[in-house]
């Protein structure tokens, strides 16, 4: 089966770090662009960042970008996102989810994690 697991979420103050693993089991994560998303309870979904396949193209949502640094280890079927200078409303369940490109739509992404929580708080 094919299956992604985010980890690396936690606990951390404001301005602090975070690094979330996306890792595969059951394909080949290299053949995908993984997108990473984030959700609030009581608000949509949200893109956060995107990587394809080869790294050649990244994407950011204005909220995060100089912050959040998305990149990939296909060796070892990773994609991170490294995530600096963290702000309290970057707070949520964020999640990593697969598609053939880096999609505008959500619905368009394959494959997903179970997500993993951050809390940014003082």
């Known amino acids: 089966q094919k299956q992604l697991v985010e980890s690396g979420g936690g606990l951390v103050q404001p301005g602090g770090s975070l690094r979330l693993s996306c890792a595969a089991s059951?394909?080949?994560?290299?053949?995908?662009?993984i997108g990473w998303f984030r959700q609030v309870p009581g608000k949509e979904r949200e893109g956060v960042s995107c990587?394809?396949?080869?790294?050649?193209?990244?994407d950011y949502a204005a909220s995060v970008k100089d912050r959040f640094t998305i990149y990939r280890d296909n060796a070892k079927n990773t994609v991170y996102l490294q995530m600096n200078s963290l702000k309290p409303e970057d707070t949520a369940v964020y999640y990593c989810?697969?598609?053939?490109?880096?999609?505008?739509?959500?619905?368009?992404?394959?494959?997903w994690g179970q997500g993993t929580q951050v809390t940014v708080s003082s």
């Open positions: 989810a697969a598609a053939t490109v880096c999609f505008n739509e959500i619905e368009e992404y394959n494959y």
């Open positions: 059951g394909f080949t994560l290299g053949y995908y662009a």
């Open positions: 990587i394809s396949h080869s790294s050649g193209y990244t």
